[in-house]
């Protein structure tokens, strides 16, 4: 078995904060110009088919509904930072765990985090892929060890997967 450099788990949600709270300036942004946009004179309707003001109020009021979302997800991990981890040896996969799976002859990272799920990171030389236990992958993952062998159904396709390590 191939030796993968480890990753630190505070510098991993780290990263992960950091790219949420620039995701939610991003959309903070949009939703600002999207208002503005909405608000102009210039955008007042000049007959019944003319929708580019309400056009603009609705991605206005989508553009908050994630911003916020991405608050609730960085209050999450924010949540999760100050606990203890005290992952074991041989403890089973969980909220807050690190996995390395490898599936289909591939080391992959995975964190388990409560939102945001798709979030990538990169911590060190490691790319990190946060997933939830709601998810399809993060859910079968539930509960499985270190060395732990099992086959995987994502999209309806099976495939054989191993739990390398779990932190």
């Known amino acids: 078995m191939i030796a993968f450099p480890t990753v630190n788990k505070r510098a991993l949600l780290k990263a992960i904060l950091a790219t949420l709270q620039?995701?939610?300036q991003s959309?903070?942004?949009a939703a600002k110009?999207?208002?503005a946009e909405a608000t102009d004179p210039q955008s007042r309707a000049e007959n019944k088919y003319d929708t580019r003001g309400l056009e603009a109020s609705y991605l206005a009021a989508g553009q908050v509904r994630?911003?916020?979302e991405l608050e609730s997800a960085i209050a999450a991990f924010?949540?999760?930072a100050v606990r203890k981890f005290t992952a074991g040896e041989g403890e089973g996969i969980g909220l807050g765990?690190?996995?390395e799976l490898k599936q289909n002859g591939a080391p992959m990272l995975y964190f388990i985090g409560p939102a945001a799920g798709g979030t990538e990171v990169q911590v060190g030389k490691r790319e990190v892929l946060v997933i939830t236990p709601q998810s399809p992958l993060g859910g079968q993952l539930q509960g499985h060890r270190a060395g732990d062998q099992f086959e995987l159904v994502i999209g309806g396709a099976k495939r054989r997967a191993e739990v390398l390590r779990v932190e």
């Open 66 to 68: 994630q911003v916020m």
């Open 78 to 80: 924010e949540a999760l």
């Open 27 to 29: 959309y903070v942004r």
């Open 97 to 99: 765990a690190l996995v």
């Open 22 to 24: 620039a995701e939610m």
């Open 33 to 35: 110009s999207a208002r």
